[in-house]
């Protein structure tokens, strides 16, 4: 792991200098994971594509702001979650709730085995999910971030992002069961 790290800081000195060779390396490393992150986001393949090929060229062109307090990776994806969530709000398909309107009902929950699931089927169902709690989920359950870095990410509050994947995962528990 620590050669790796290496071998991408000096990838990355490279490109700081304007090498196109290194900055092809990082691109053909990163593409399909920043790709992935951006589609299960936005839910579709051609505003994926032209997120993940725009925040390239801004990771690229805004190098040098790249501080390596984090890995490459993880500020790059920082900016593709930044510039698909930007996308859905210019397409006006992120609807949030303010939380003074929401009301939270204590629900018993039945035991389910999960387990017999294949990915694929979770992914679908994620899918399925209205965008704002799609996004939630995502960013929660397959990206690692926590209740305030979602907050912040998705620009709402703290209670809103929570109560928001509570909603999000209890909603991706129904279509699961169906």
């Known amino acids: 792991m620590e050669v790796q790290i290496q071998h991408n800081n000096q990838l990355v000195e490279r490109c700081k200098k304007g090498d196109k060779a290194a900055q092809f390396t990082i691109y053909k490393q990163y593409y399909k994971a ?103 989920i995502t960013l929660n359950l397959i990206e690692g971030y926590d209740y305030e870095e979602i907050a912040e990410i998705m620009d709402i509050s703290y209670e809103n992002s929570r109560t928001t994947i509570s909603r999000a995962k209890n909603k991706l528990r129904q279509l699961l069961s169906q």
Do not use: H
């Open 34 to 136: 920043m790709y992935n992150t951006a589609f299960r986001i936005v839910n579709d393949s051609f505003e994926a594509e032209d997120i993940m090929q725009e925040s390239f060229l801004a990771a690229f062109t805004k190098l040098e702001s790249f501080s390596e307090t984090v890995t490459f990776g993880a500020w790059l994806k920082r900016i593709v979650i930044n510039k698909s969530l930007t996308a859905l709000k210019n397409n006006n398909r992120l609807n949030t709730v303010p939380i003074e309107k929401v009301v939270i009902n204590e629900v018993e929950e039945e035991q389910q085995d999960y387990s017999i699931l294949k990915v694929s089927e979770i992914l679908n169902k994620v899918s399925q999910l209205k965008n704002n709690y799609k996004v939630a």
